[in-house]
T-cell receptor, first 117, second 111 residues
Framework: GAVVSQHPSRVICKSGTSVKIECRSL??????MFWYRQFPKQSLMLMAT?????????EQGVEKDKFLINHASLTLSTLTVTSAHPEDSSFYIC?????????????FGDGTRLSIL | QKEVEQDPGPLSVPEGAIVSLNCTYS??????FMWYRQYSRKGPELLMY????GNKEDGRFTAQVDKSSKYISLFIRDSQPSDSATYLC???????????FGKGTRLSVIA
């Protein structure tokens, strides 16, 4: 089956640090990747959608200068949380989909738990 | 009205029971319907994926879609303690659009 690898799984760092999270599709080419944020006992909140080689499309209320997304290849997308603060602490999950739409499901990574002290 | 409604539970059943999980939706343009299982501190895992109306079976899992009623279901037969997780329904229309998720139902299967 399709595998999405997300790294690191856990990050603890000081306030003001920038943190980069990687998302890789291991056995398929991900034309589109998605980044989500999930609070405890809540559903997934879409932050942004990125297509390979294009700028990411951010959801309303998500600061693009705060959450930098790069999707430079068909197998790799990165999310950088710049100058992270305690309120950015959350569970971040990436997702990837092969193709531009149609009958292609989204597959998810195992998430990154970010804790800002 | 939210686009996708899903009872958050929690739902607690004895081992071996048949579990029924449901979602309703309001957007008639939705065509692709998915069920994900999410264990604590993990990402969602795709369980079932259906297009338009109908049934799909995979092992102990059966997904049903009734587009006329805007209602989807996931049935789990012979439920096991390892099925204890949060189940998320998700759907989208055609084209390169993101999924719309339900809130998820927390299921506990008691041995």
């Amino acid at each position: 089956g399709a595998v999405v690898s997300q790294h690191p799984s856990r990050v603890i760092c000081k306030s003001g640090t920038s943190v980069k999270i990687e998302c890789r599709s291991l056995d398929f080419q991900a034309t589109t990747m998605f980044w989500y944020r999930q609070f405890p006992k809540q559903s997934l909140m879409l932050m942004a959608t990125s297509n390979e080689g294009s700028k990411a499309t951010y959801e309303q209320g998500v600061e693009k200068d705060k959450f930098l997304i790069n999707h430079a290849s068909l197998t790799l997308s990165t999310l950088t949380v710049t100058s992270a603060h305690p309120e950015d602490s959350s569970f971040y999950i990436c997702s990837a989909r092969e193709g531009g739409g149609g009958y292609q499901p989204q597959h998810f990574g195992d998430g990154t738990r970010l804790s800002i002290l | 009205q939210k686009e996708v409604e899903q009872d958050p539970g929690p739902l607690s059943v004895p081992e071996g029971a048949i579990v029924s999980l449901n979602c309703t939706y309001s957007n008639s343009a939705f065509q692709y319907f998915m069920w994900y299982r999410q264990y604590s501190r993990k990402g969602p895992e795709l369980l079932m994926y259906t297009y338009s109306s109908g049934n799909k079976e995979d092992g102990r899992f059966t997904a049903q879609v009734d587009k006329s009623s805007k209602y989807i279901s996931l049935f789990i037969r012979d439920s096991q303690p390892s099925d204890s997780a949060t189940y998320l329904c998700a759907m989208r229309n055609s084209g390169n659009t993101p999924l719309v998720f339900g809130k998820g139902t927390r299921l506990s299967v008691i041995a």
